[in-house]
């Protein structure tokens, strides 16, 4: 039997798509994208901070070299809540001036003061289509 005190592994359970359309003249209109991920973790001691990882899910491409031509991984620490007494520990966070149109993966990894967790399993998620997209299904309704 083997007992760790590092987090479980966590469980990225939802994400909510947001368009905000920021007018900042007659002229100029700014459309930005957000999506806010919701993840969970089982853990019995209090959290210290989450490492999300985020990028462009990357499309296969095949060359002679057979290089890893995938973006890079953007990685940011997310400071954890008050502990509320539960093993259960749940958190949200917002990413903006995200692509339109774009398949994204995330996957998420929490510390306590025993270590980290593995990384959670790769979740996707996308983007609301560019102005073209949303034309295109104006059309068809």
Avoid at 9 to 20: A, V
Avoid at 55 to 63: C, E, G
Avoid at 89 to 118: C, D, M, Q
Wanted: hydrophobic share 40%; aromatic share 14%; glycine share 4%.
């Amino acid at each position: 039997m083997y007992i760790a005190g590092v987090p479980n592994p966590p469980i990225l359970t939802r994400w909510d798509t947001e368009l905000w359309r920021n007018r900042i003249s007659d002229i100029l209109t700014i459309d930005e994208i957000q999506v806010t991920l919701y993840w969970a973790v089982e853990c019995y001691s209090s959290l210290i901070d989450y490492r999300l990882f985020f990028r462009a899910a990357p499309i296969p491409q095949v060359n002679s070299f057979n290089e890893d031509k995938s973006p890079a991984w953007t990685e940011l620490t997310i400071p954890a809540d008050q502990s509320s007494g539960s093993f259960l520990h749940s958190k949200s966070f917002t990413l903006r001036g995200l692509k339109n149109s774009t398949i994204y993966e995330a996957a998420v990894k929490a510390r306590n003061k025993y270590g980290w967790s593995p990384l959670s399993t790769v979740c996707y998620f996308a983007t609301f289509p560019g102005k073209f997209g949303l034309n295109l299904l104006n059309l068809v309704e």
